[in-house]
Structure formats: structure tokens, C-alpha cells
């Protein structure tokens, strides 16, 4: 059977539902990737490259702007999720205190997700929160794909180096890691290629009984 790239073509994107608690998450009736990563990291500028919507996904410079679990269904297919970012020292303590609960209960607990996308910085060593997270989605054995965006901001000549750190201390092949850009669209293909092979996105989903 071909698998097909439906992400290829993106007929319909839309903003369904902001969630906090699991009562109020959509129905869990199709494939669902998360995609997760510090605060400014740019989370939703990367959703809305992949999506090419410019704004579908609210964007900021303002770190700490999204603060649910935001579920957008693409092509009538399959959901994408915006998880608020984590690691931002000057987002308030009340906010940071609610994150881990919401995301660590959406994570553990939604049966329909398929996998999480990771993104980190390409312009420094992912930091002790990215590896906390790397490395909890391994023991949780959710799958995961690591992402470096903000490409478009090295220079060429150190690409390199910061691939091979970011590889080592994630304990991730070279190969697998995505060098991503929104600004210039670096890195779209390949993302969509590893979400559809490694969250087996062609898949469909069981209904739940
Ligand atoms: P929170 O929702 O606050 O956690 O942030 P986020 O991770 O969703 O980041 P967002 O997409 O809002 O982007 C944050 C800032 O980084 C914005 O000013 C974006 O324009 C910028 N940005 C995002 N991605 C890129 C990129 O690939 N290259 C460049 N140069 N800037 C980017
Ligand atoms: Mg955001």
C-alpha cells in the first residue's frame, strides 16, 4: 500500500478548541501530533510554516503567550496541537506551576496521539528544560521528532557544530534531527516526511469504544 502525503497538500486548517482539562479536549477520533518546546521557541510560527497559513497560529514576541492546549484539525484528518511553551523565567509562577500538570496529563493520557515534535533552538545547545522533556517522552516511550528552528539566524559554517551537540546530548542521529526555518521554509518537507513515517500518520485512527 502507498502511504499517501496528504500533508502535502493542506486543504483545510482550522483553530477548534482551547483546552485545559481533559474534559475539554476534542473527541479523540483521529491521529493527533503535539507539538511542544520552550516559550519563543517559535512553536506556533513553525505550525503555521507547515500548515502555510500565516496566521492561523497566533504568534508573539512576547514569550509565554500560549497558555493551553490549542487544537487545530487539519484536512479533516488529523489534529495538530499547540502545547504552551515551558522554561520562561518571566512568565508567572502561577502559570509555570499549571503547565506541568496540563501537558504531563495531556501527554500521558490522550489515547489518539501519535507522537510529539520537539523544538529547540538551532542556535544553542538544547537547555536542561529540552532535555528534561527529550528524555521524559523516551520513558514515557511516546514517540518524538527534535526539531532545531530560528535556522535562518546561523550562519552556514555553524550549522555543523551545533548539529553535532544538539545530536550528542539528545542521543539522536544527525541524520534525524530537522533543521527547520519558518521565515524561509528550511526543513518543511523533511518534518513532514518524519511525521508521516514515524507517527505513522497515513494510519487511521481506532475509534474508541
Ligand atoms: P509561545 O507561544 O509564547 O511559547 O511562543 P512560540 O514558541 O509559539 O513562538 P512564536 O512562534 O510565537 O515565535 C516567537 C518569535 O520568534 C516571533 O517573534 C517569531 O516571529 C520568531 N520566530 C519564530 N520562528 C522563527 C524562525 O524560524 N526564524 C526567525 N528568524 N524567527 C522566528
Ligand atoms: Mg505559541
Known sequence: MVAMNWLAVIKSAE????????????PADLPEVAFAGRSNVGKSSLINCLLQRKKLVRTSRT??????????????????VDLPGYGFAKVPEAVRAQWRPMVETYLTERKSL???VQIMDARRPP???????????????????AVLTKADKMSRGKNHPALLAASA???VPVE???????????GRQQLIEAMLQRFQLSVPTTPLA
Do not use: M
Not at 15 to 26: G, L, S
Not at 63 to 80: D, E
Not at 127 to 145: F, Y
Open 15 to 26: 483553530f477548534v478548541k482551547a483546552a485545559v482539562k481533559r474534559d475539554q479536549y476534542p
Open 63 to 80: 514569550p509565554g503567550r500560549t497558555q493551553t492546549l490549542n487544537f487545530f484539525l487539519i484536512n479533516q484528518a488529523c489534529y495538530f
Open 176 to 186: 534525524e534531527l530537522v533543521l527547520f526555518s519558518a521565515v524561509t521554509g528550511q
Open 114 to 116: 501519535r507522537g510529539v
Open 169 to 171: 546530548s539528545l542521543a
Open 127 to 145: 537547555t536542561v528544560d529540552d532535555l528534561q522533556l527529550w528524555n521524559w517522552l523516551r520513558v514515557q516511550r511516546i514517540a518524538a521528532i
